[in-house]
Nanobody, 113 residues
Framework: VQLQASGGGLVQPGGSLRLSCAASGLTLDNYAIGWFRQAPGKEREVVSCIGSSDGSTFYIDSVRGRFTISKNNAENTMYLQMTSLKPEDTAVYYC???????WGQGTQVTVSS
């Protein structure tokens, strides 16, 4: 099983990024999927997820209305579209699928002017 995250980078406040996570060895549609992030000195937190049973979505309050999670079953890939980025969004972002949970390697997002 492999989850390959990509799309991070350096962006100015107010900018946008789209993170991608390509899965191999498992079918994302059979799992709950989510994006998580870990900022320096802080614990990893969930950012957004899609439930496996009903496809319901969840966002933490700080990103609701700015971030959009999605997946493409044909490509077995999940995405996180991030807009109106803020410096406090700076973190390493991880994609995950489970349970049992599998994790991508993380991609750095830095929001700074």
């Amino acid at each position: 099983v492999q989850l390959q995250a990509s799309g991070g980078g350096l962006v100015q406040p107010g900018g946008s990024l789209r993170l991608s996570c390509a899965a191999s060895g498992l079918t994302l549609d059979n799992y709950a999927i989510g994006w998580f992030r870990q900022a320096p000195g802080k614990e990893r937190e969930v950012v957004s997820c899609i439930g496996s049973s009903d496809g319901s979505t969840f966002y933490i309050d700080s990103v609701r209305g700015r971030f959009t999670i999605s997946k493409n079953n044909a490509e077995n890939t999940m995405y996180l579209q991030m807009t109106s980025l803020k410096p406090e969004d700076t973190a390493v972002y991880y994609c995950g699928a489970g349970p049992p949970w599998y994790w991508g390697q993380g991609t750095q997002v830095t929001v700074s002017s």
